[in-house]
């Protein structure tokens, strides 16, 4: 069975600081591995996505994540944090198991600090 | 291209009642999907429909849920009775294809409180 683990709920940063958002899977096929944002009152958007082809995936707003499959992460990170970075991001995987339903972290809420 | 469009937007009822969610996805988007999010989680999987079909509804409480997609293009989501536990968000997306590569585009979703 497929599983996401997003290691905390909670990751406060300064502006201008790194931003880091782990994600660890577990899938017993290659992996599809996609990062989404929600912001208050709004459904969720897609950053970026990972399926199989280069390791680091580019995403939009400056985004991006590697994965690694020795470790099985797909962390999410962004060089310099903006304001309006502050959101939910949810790690997901999918694959070809349980009719290649995607599985959803519990998330990450971000705050940045002016 | 416009986006996945649902409604209402915000619903309050009393337990017992019954409720009815609405959505329409991205023209074209052959797969469906009707997701629970309860507040500070992430999105739970109720039911994926491909067309017409049901692909997935292993975790869709059968007794008081029920969904449907009728001609493959529009589809409705209705919880009768309701209870206390189903107060959540209730998110609509659609993607184009089944096979779990391509990213899923979602509605603004419907915020239900139950009284």
């Known amino acids: 069975a497929q599983s996401v683990t997003q290691l905390g709920s909670h990751v406060s940063v300064s502006e201008g600081a790194l931003v880091l958002l782990r994600c660890n899977y577990s899938s017993s096929v290659p992996p599809y591995l996609f990062w989404y944002v929600q912001y208050p009152n709004q459904g969720l958007q897609l950053l970026l996505k990972y399926t199989s082809a280069a390791t680091l995936v580019k995403g939009i707003n400056g985004f991006e994540a590697e994965f690694k499959k020795s470790e099985t992460s797909f962390h999410l990170t962004k060089p310099s944090a903006h304001m309006s970075d502050a959101a939910e991001y949810f790690c997901?995987?999918?694959?070809?198991?349980?009719?290649?339903?995607?599985?959803f972290g519990a998330g990450t809420r971000l705050f940045v600090k002016a | 291209e416009a986006g996945v469009a649902q409604s209402p937007r915000y619903k309050i009822i009393e337990k017992r009642q019954s409720v009815a969610f609405w959505c329409n996805p991205i023209?074209?988007?052959?797969?469906l999907y009707w997701y629970q999010q309860i507040l500070g989680q992430g999105p739970k999987l109720l039911i994926q429909?491909?067309?017409?079909?049901?692909?997935?509804d292993s975790q869709l409480p059968k007794d008081r849920f029920s969904a449907e997609r009728l001609k493959g293009v529009d589809s409705t989501l209705k919880i009768q009775p309701a209870k206390l536990e189903d107060s959540a968000v209730y998110l609509c997306?659609?993607?184009?294809?089944?096979?779990?590569?391509?990213?899923?585009?979602f509605g603004d979703g419907t915020r239900l409180s139950i009284l």
């Open positions: 997306a659609s993607s184009s294809g089944a096979w779990g590569n391509q990213p899923q585009h």
């Open positions: 997901a995987v999918s694959g070809n198991t349980g009719g290649f339903k995607t599985i």
């Open positions: 023209s074209g988007h052959a797969t």
């Open positions: 429909f491909q067309n017409n079909g049901v692909v997935d």
